[in-house]
């Protein structure tokens, strides 16, 4: 019998907490993804790959928004892979597979998605890697599915304000951690260490991510149309912008 993490719904709210200090409207992306994945599936509940998914908050909003939907959360962070199993039991598959590797697809349960969504992870891959992969996650969608990356993209006509706009975010920033209103990504990792049920799994990540991140690749927006143009999709652009972050979407 599975022991799923205590307290996992707790973890998640925290992991939410952690990453809106970063992305204040970071709901408001999911639910421009959402609205995109209604819109190709005609009110029927969708198969979706939440890809880099970590703790499975889009599966979550996913199920919320369309119960019934066949959900598949894809990650290689034992940590947060844990909180995802814990909060979503058996309403969601759970992979463990790095995208690195163009392997990953073999570990999925199916193709054949409506959808595949990805939210503030792909900036973790290098630039040529994150071209092939977009290649591969239109393999496994169907004909008329979508494909959506939200993240860091700037607009290319806007690189001065960008800059002030990042700066003016780092400001808030600090003052929340400072206040005590959100935690640092470094105290929030300090935090699962300490948790007993999480220790060994922040052990097993410190293999995988050694510094505690990856090399940031955050090119502007255009780069990614232009990405998932030469993929293959049959249109590509932007669904949904907030300041310097960006939702680029593939129709398949
Ligand atoms: C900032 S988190 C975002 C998680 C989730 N999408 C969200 O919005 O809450 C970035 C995620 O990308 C995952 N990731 C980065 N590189 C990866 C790779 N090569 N293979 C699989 N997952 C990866 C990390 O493990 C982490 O869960």
Redesign the pocket.
Known sequence: MTTYLKNAAIWQES??AQ?EAFMPD?EHRFAAMLTAVAAVTDGRAPRLL?L????G??SLRTLARFPGAEVTV????PV?LTIAEGSLHDRAVIVG????DPG?RAKLPHEGFDAVL?????H??PAERTAALYAEVREVLRPGGVFVNADHMADEGLSELSGLLQDRARVEREARYASGAATSWADWWARAAADEQLAAKAVERQQI?PTGH?EDFNPPVGWHVEALRAAGFRESGVLWRGGTDAAVIGLR
């Open positions: 992991w939410d990453q970071r939440d880099a998914g970590g703790t908050t889009i894809l990650d290689q962070d947060l597979a790095d995208l690195g990953w990805t939210a503030t992870a792909l973790w891959l991510y990856s």
